[in-house]
Nanobody
Framework: VQLQASGGGLVQAGESLRLSCVASVRTFSLYGTGWFRQAPGKEREFVAA????????TYAGSVKGRFTISRDTAKNTVYLQMNSLKPEDTAVYYCAARRQSPYGSSRWSDFDYWGQGTQVTVSS
């Protein structure tokens, strides 16, 4: 399974971006999926996760109310809509999928497949 993340860029504080994660297999629709991020010098941290049916979503406290995770099964794609961006959101964002479970997770070790990452930079 290959995951292709895209949509990152350079924006000013308060602006929005939408990240996309496209999977190479249709069975992706059965996988729990998540977004993580890693800033320079920091550990990878959980951002958001979504179940296979999109009936369950989970967010890190730092992004709750500003970010929205969603998925389009027909397009084998998971999205991360990021609004009201802050400089502290600057990081490389990674999408990930769980082959063994249809549910999301906040633990990066629960995920089997990872995208290559897309850079998000928020200027103040």
């Amino acid at each position: 399974v290959q995951l292709q993340a895209s949509g990152g860029g350079l924006v000013q504080a308060g602006e929005s971006l939408r990240l996309s994660c496209v999977a190479s297999v249709r069975t992706f629709s059965l996988y729990g999926t998540g977004w993580f991020r890693q800033a320079p010098g920091k550990e990878r941290e959980f951002v958001a996760a979504i179940s296979w049916s999109a009936s369950s979503t989970t967010y890190a406290g730092s992004v709750k109310g500003r970010f929205t995770i969603s998925r389009d099964t027909a397009k084998n794609t998971v999205y991360l809509q990021m609004n009201s961006l802050k400089p502290e959101d600057t990081a490389v964002y990674y999408c990930a999928a769980r082959r063994q479970s249809p549910y999301g997770s906040s633990r990066w070790s629960d995920f089997d497949y990872w995208g290559q990452g897309t850079q998000v930079t928020v200027s103040s």
